[in-house]
């Protein structure tokens, strides 16, 4: 079974441009989950969709947007980067509804701000 | 807030037994602990998690507290490739809810050591 994935691996961009990131959930589940981890600091969860929808926001600026497309896959949009936007943005996935278990998480993607 | 505390860092011999501690002394009654690791520059993995009752799976065992306020996980037979850190996290679920994502803490360093 594939795992969550994650495109592109590496992202460079300047101050000032706009970033997407992809990801791609384990099939068969229907929530998704954002993280950032900037270097030195912990885990920040960005945005959860389940079902299409954006279900709770981390304490991020609006320029952190996103959305879920029909086949579950999501996109996590950066608008007007700055330096400090440069981390590891990592997706996870789980299943919907009333089971438990833990989520699956991507390899991520290293998004880097010149 | 992360509702967990965690040692910052621990070590531990190669083949023997590592067991990190956590403390959540204001746990719900609803909600589970679970356990992730990252070793570095990869997404967390899902190790574990469990309610009140121990818990063992292919990866570790977990044993938690009769009153709940704290628990251990086990790893029986450390290896190199277990060098990573180790995430302690309170939650409910099932991932429905007004919170299905992680709240992540800063974690124990774990590092074997030949």
């Known amino acids: 079974e594939a795992g969550v994935t994650q495109s592109p691996t590496h992202l460079i961009k300047t101050r000032g441009q706009q970033a997407t990131l992809r990801c791609s959930p384990i099939s068969g589940h229907t929530s998704v989950y954002w993280y950032q981890q900037a270097l030195g600091l912990g885990l920040q969860f960005l945005l959860w969709?389940?079902?299409?929808?954006?279900?709770n926001r981390g304490n991020f600026p609006p320029r952190f947007s996103g959305r879920q497309f029909p086949n579950y896959s999501s996109e996590l949009n950066v608008n007007a980067l700055e330096l400090e936007d440069s981390a590891l943005y990592l997706c996870?996935?789980?299943?919907?509804?009333?089971?438990?278990?833990?989520?699956?998480f991507g390899p991520g993607t290293r998004l880097t701000v010149l | 807030d992360a509702k967990t505390t965690q040692p910052p860092s621990m070590d531990c011999a190669e083949g023997r037994a590592a067991n990190l501690p956590c403390n959540h002394s204001t746990i719900s009654g609803n909600e589970y602990v679970y356990w992730y690791r990252q070793i570095h520059s990869q997404g967390p993995q899902y190790i574990i998690h469990?309610?009140?009752n121990n818990e063992t799976n292919e990866m570790a065992s977990l044993i938690i507290t009769e009153d709940r306020k704290s628990s251990t996980l086990i790893l029986p037979h450390a290896t190199l490739r277990d060098t990573a850190v180790y995430y302690c996290i309170v939650r409910v679920a099932p991932y429905g809810g007004s919170q299905g994502n992680l709240i992540f803490g800063k974690g124990t360093k774990l590092s074997v050591k030949p």
């Open positions: 969709y389940d079902e299409g929808e954006e279900r």
């Open positions: 469990g309610l009140k």
């Open positions: 996870a996935s789980s299943p919907g509804g009333s089971t438990s278990g833990g989520e699956f």
